[in-house]
T-cell receptor, first 111, second 112 residues
Framework: EDQVTQSPEALRLQEGESSSLNCSYT??????LFWYRQDPGKGPEFLFTLYSAGEEKEKERLKATLTKKESFLHITAPKPEDSATYLC????????????FGKGTHLIIQP | SQTIHQWPATLVQPVGSPLSLECTVE??????LYWYRQAAGRGLQLLFYSVGIGQISSEVPQNLSASRPQDRQFILSSKKLLLSDSGFYLC???????????FGPGTRLTVT
C-alpha cells in the first residue's frame, strides 16, 4: 500500500530560523512527488514537483529535494507569512491518477 | 489563466438529507478532475476522479457519488448524508497528461 509520512506534525520557529520538513514515502513506481502549501480554510496551493532522486527545486525561501525514500522541504530564513501547513503527496505508478497525501506539517513562524 | 470554482463555500446539513456540491474549471479544455475529502486529523483522501465526460472512477466505497455532465463541471452527490460525511471537500484539476493538480477553494460540510 502506498504511504506518505510527514514529520514533524508541528514545528514552531523564530523568524529567520532555518529548518527542514521531512516527507518519507513508500510507493510502487513513483510518478512524481509534490509539495503543497495550505492556509487555514483554503485549498492547497501547488509549490513543487520532483520526479527523480537528486532533483532539487527552489522558490523564494523554499527548496525541495528528493531521494529514493524521502523528500525534504528546506525553509531558509523564514518569515511569519511562511506560516501554513505544508503537504507532501506522491503519484503512484499504475493507472490511477490520484495523489496520496501525508497529514502535513503545521509550521508556525514567530516574529 | 485557469480558474477553479467550488460552491457552496460552507454547508450545514442534517443527517439523511441529500447533498450536491459543484465544481467548475475555466480556461482549459478536457481537464482531469478530482474530488478529495480532508477530515480532521487525516490527510486528503481521493474520492473520485474523471478523465472525461461521463467517465468516473471511484477510489473509496461510500454513500457518495460523482458525475461529470460537462467537460469542465464535476458534481459530488449523496442521497442520504451520514455524520461521517462531515469534512472539507476539495475539487482539483490537472491538464490531460499533466502531473500537477490544482485545487479549488473547498467546501466545508458539517452534517448534524
Amino acid at each position: 500500500e502506498d504511504q506518505v509520512t510527514q514529520s514533524p506534525e508541528a514545528l514552531r520557529l523564530q523568524e529567520g530560523e532555518s529548518s527542514s520538513l521531512n516527507c518519507s514515502y513508500t510507493v510502487s513506481g513513483l510518478r512524481g512527488l509534490f509539495w503543497y502549501r495550505q492556509d487555514p480554510g483554503k485549498g492547497p496551493e501547488f509549490l513543487f514537483t520532483l520526479y527523480s532522486a537528486g532533483e532539487e527545486k527552489e522558490k523564494e525561501r523554499l527548496k525541495a529535494t528528493l531521494t529514493k525514500k524521502e523528500s525534504f522541504l528546506h525553509i531558509t530564513a523564514p518569515k511569519p507569512e511562511d506560516s501554513a501547513t505544508y503537504l507532501c503527496a506522491v503519484r503512484p505508478g499504475g493507472g490511477a491518477d490520484g495523489l496520496t497525501f501525508g497529514k502535513g506539517t503545521h509550521l508556525i513562524i514567530q516574529p | 489563466s485557469q480558474t477553479i470554482h467550488q460552491w457552496p463555500a460552507t454547508l450545514v446539513q442534517p443527517v439523511g438529507s441529500p447533498l450536491s456540491l459543484e465544481c467548475t474549471v475555466e480556461g482549459t479544455s478536457n481537464p482531469n478532475l478530482y474530488w478529495y475529502r480532508q477530515a480532521a486529523g487525516r490527510g486528503l483522501q481521493l474520492l473520485f476522479y474523471s478523465v472525461g465526460i461521463g467517465q468516473i472512477s471511484s477510489e473509496v466505497p461510500q454513500n457518495l457519488s460523482a458525475s461529470r455532465p460537462q467537460d469542465r463541471q464535476f458534481i459530488l452527490s449523496s442521497k442520504k448524508l451520514l455524520l461521517s460525511d462531515s469534512g472539507f471537500y476539495l475539487c482539483a484539476w490537472s491538464p490531460t497528461g499533466g502531473a500537477e493538480q490544482y485545487f479549488g477553494p473547498g467546501t466545508r460540510l458539517t452534517v448534524t
